[in-house]
């Protein structure tokens, strides 16, 4: 006698991709913070160890007196570019890295090959950043708070620019991770790309130090832009203008989540 065919489960069904698959970006999370946690134990106070060391280099080489930039004793002017730095760069870390490490593996296809929209791929990475690199800044905060670092003049401003900071090199580093085809290739574009913004971006110098036409090609750095507000909103100083700031960071921001939801949705450079 033939069996007959199994039925299928009634409570199989195809997915529709209507509402946002919350467990799946919860599950995407989950998985790259254990990964910070498993294999980067030391990334939480490393970056914090190392404004701490900045800040100790410049109080010796200040001596008994008090250099002044712009308006601002030296270590205030300097504490919110240090704190953003790394913030920023630990949320390029976190997705570079984290990609470039799945890629290298074979295991892009845990995360790819789940039924799984390109939009909430990038809702996870972008969420697994932003906690990362906001508490790598939290930590840096902490630590230079016995260095003279005060606590922001405008809280709402300093939130905004410094989620819009981590989102949006957050963001350039899935794009690397992507484009990247191994550990050199990630690392120089962190060495050769993002290192020279930051330290281009009027994080360790005010912009009048700068004689023209750097002056203006500094309005071109994104970082500038993030940097200079953040510092408005802890300090109340600025070398630009804060509201200009804004609204470029959230156009850079709106442009470049378009753009890596178009590559993850093309499967660009997913797999080597």
Same mark, same amino acid.
């Given at each position: 006698?033939?069996?007959?065919?199994?039925?299928?489960?009634?409570?199989?069904?195809?997915?529709?991709?209507?509402?946002?698959?919350?467990?799946?970006?919860?599950?995407?999370?989950?998985?790259?913070?254990?990964?910070?946690?498993?294999?980067?134990? @030391?990334?939480? #106070? +490393?970056?914090? !160890?190392?404004?701490?060391? =900045? $800040?100790?280099?410049?109080?010796?080489? &200040? %001596?008994?007196?008090?250099?002044?930039?712009?308006?601002?004793?030296?270590?205030?002017?300097?504490?919110?570019?240090?704190?953003?730095?790394?913030?920023?760069?630990?949320?390029?870390?976190?997705?570079?890295?984290?990609?470039?490490?799945?890629?290298?593996?074979?295991?892009?296809?845990?995360?790819?090959?789940?039924?799984?929209?390109?939009?909430?791929?990038?809702?996870?990475?972008?969420?697994?950043?932003?906690?990362?690199?906001?508490?790598?800044?939290?930590?840096?905060?902490?630590? @230079?708070?016995? #260095? +003279?670092?005060? !606590?922001?003049?405008?809280? =709402? $401003?300093?939130?905004?620019?410094?989620? &819009? %900071?981590?989102?949006?090199?957050?963001?350039?580093?899935?794009?690397?991770?992507?484009?990247?085809?191994?550990?050199?290739?990630?690392?120089?574009?962190?060495?050769?790309?993002?290192?020279?913004?930051?330290?281009?971006?009027?994080?360790?110098?005010?912009?009048?130090?700068?004689?023209?036409?750097?002056?203006?090609?500094?309005?071109?750095?994104?970082?500038?832009?993030?940097?200079?507000?953040?510092?408005?909103?802890?300090?109340?100083?600025?070398?630009?203008?804060?509201?200009?700031?804004?609204?470029?960071?959230?156009?850079? !921001?709106?442009?470049?989540?378009?753009?890596?939801?178009?590559?993850?949705?093309? %499967?660009?450079?997913?797999?080597?």
């Amino acid at each position: 006698m033939q069996a007959r065919p199994a039925l299928p489960d009634p409570n199989l069904h195809p997915r529709r991709f209507v509402r946002p698959n919350w467990y799946a970006i919860r599950a995407i999370i989950r998985r790259e913070i254990l990964r910070e946690i498993l294999f980067f134990k @030391l990334a939480l #106070f +490393g970056p914090a !160890l190392q404004a701490v060391l =900045f $800040a100790m280099v410049f109080v010796l080489a &200040a %001596g008994n007196s008090v250099p002044v930039v712009g308006t601002l004793p030296l270590l205030q002017f300097l504490a919110p570019g240090l704190i953003l730095s790394a913030t920023m760069h630990k949320a390029f870390e976190t997705i570079g890295y984290s990609f470039v490490f799945d890629k290298t593996e074979n295991i892009i296809g845990d995360v790819f090959g789940a039924p799984v929209t390109a939009g909430e791929v990038l809702a996870g990475y972008i969420a697994t950043a932003s906690l990362s690199g906001l508490l790598i800044g939290l930590t840096v905060w902490i630590g @230079l708070l016995p #260095f +003279g670092m005060i !606590l922001p003049v405008n809280p =709402f $401003a300093a939130a905004y620019f410094a989620l &819009a %900071g981590v989102i949006i090199v957050g963001l350039l580093g899935l794009l690397a991770g992507i484009h990247s085809i191994g550990w050199d290739s990630i690392s120089a574009k962190d060495i050769f790309i993002l290192t020279p913004l930051s330290f281009l971006s009027c994080a360790f110098f005010p912009l009048n130090a700068l004689s023209e036409p750097l002056q203006t090609l500094m309005m071109y750095n994104p970082l500038f832009h993030l940097i200079d507000g953040f510092r408005f909103a802890v300090t109340g100083y600025t070398d630009g203008q804060p509201v200009v700031s804004a609204a470029i960071v959230l156009v850079i !921001l709106c442009v470049l989540t378009v753009i890596c939801h178009r590559v993850l949705r093309s %499967g660009y450079k997913i797999k080597y």
